[in-house]
């Protein structure tokens, strides 16, 4: 291979680093003999920094000028009920809802375990006593006031 006769300035600077060091040109052209040349190094001793995001650190800050944390935006508070689960043993368990909840999720965040077969009321399977009446726990939802349900009677 020939070698052009024009030269680039980082061509140039790879020239004179490798002369400087007291190689030839020739010689720095074999892969084991590379040598790298670098700036020399200024050390600080300074606190880490995060770059880019330095002047956005002070904008997630605490604002002490804040007041308490609002409701937002609700009108008002939504009622909190009891449920208080009764098992087949007469173990109980107590859950708080808000009416309109799916007694199912209610039921299976409190860890009480109902038998499901059908998941839409018409097996009886989950069947449970709710007040005077039954309900199946698959399809009902918790209603607007303190209640006991009974559950498992199937399992009798």
């Known amino acids: ?6 030269r680039s300035p980082a061509m140039s600077f790879w020239l004179v680093a490798v ?5 030839s040109p020739a010689a720095s052209l074999a892969p084991s003999s590379r040598v790298r040349v670098c700036a020399p190094s200024i050390h600080r001793a300074s606190l880490p920094s995060m770059g880019l995001f330095d002047n956005l650190k002070g904008a997630f800050a605490n604002d002490d000028t804040l007041t308490a944390r609002g409701n937002a935006g609700l009108s008002k508070e939504a009622t909190k009920r009891t449920i208080t689960w009764v098992g087949p043993t007469g173990k109980q368990k107590k859950s708080t809802v808000v009416a309109g909840q799916r007694l199912k999720d209610i039921a299976r965040g409190a860890g009480i375990p109902i038998k499901y077969d059908c998941s839409e009321g018409t097996c009886k399977t989950c069947e449970a006593q709710m007040g005077n009446g039954r309900v199946k726990i698959c399809v009902a939802k918790a209603i607007d006031k303190d209640i006991t349900i009974n559950y498992g009677l199937r399992q009798k």
């Open 19 to 23: 002369t400087a060091v007291g190689l």
């Open 1 to 6: 291979r020939v070698m052009q006769q024009t």
